[in-house]
């Protein structure tokens, strides 16, 4: 069964399956490398490190935020599919670096009348100073192999320049 509502991307999927070539891709990560990053649509992970598809292993999440679920899978990564070093990259711009929480909750609630006052999105006050807590809370966290390199850069969206600031 297909909505309407997916046609187009169902579309471009029959396209991309037309001319698939990743049969056979290895399920580790060829290049030892985990990047945590953020979902905005300006960021492209694979083309901004100069990498290509099975290189790495590629986390995405609201302010590229060091989460439990993060964590749990770069135990994963680390230990089953090859991840030797690990990069989180947050970004200029981001809308989780400038908002408050109480205009995310009122954003929210305007557009769909939905109370999510209980959730919360890591909104980040401090973006280098943020970005150094999560880096050191991969760091410290005893999961994870001893020694795995962590670093943390901001991706500027503007200049497509990756800089490192811890």
Request: proline residues 4%.
């Amino acid at each position: 069964m297909q909505s309407e509502e997916f046609a187009d991307v169902l579309a471009g999927n029959d396209d991309y399956a037309a001319r698939f070539a990743l049969a056979g891709l290895e399920p580790v990560a060829a290049r030892g490398l985990a990047v945590v990053t953020c979902m905005d649509s300006r960021i492209e992970p694979l083309d901004m490190l100069g990498l290509k598809p099975g290189d790495a292993k590629i986390m995405r999440n609201a302010g590229a935020r060091v989460t439990t679920d993060v964590l749990r899978t770069l135990a994963l990564a680390t230990h089953l599919l090859g991840v030797t070093r690990i990069m989180v990259v947050a970004h200029t711009r981001c809308k989780m670096a400038s908002a408050t929480a109480g205009e995310v909750v009122a954003a929210i609630e305007q557009s769909s009348g939905i109370d999510v006052r209980s959730l919360d999105f890591h909104l980040i006050a401090d973006q280098k100073a943020t970005l150094g807590e999560d880096v050191q809370r991969i760091r410290s966290w005893p999961f994870l192999p001893p020694h795995v390199p962590v670093g943390g850069f901001l991706y500027d969206v503007d200049t497509g320049r990756l800089t490192q600031h811890a």
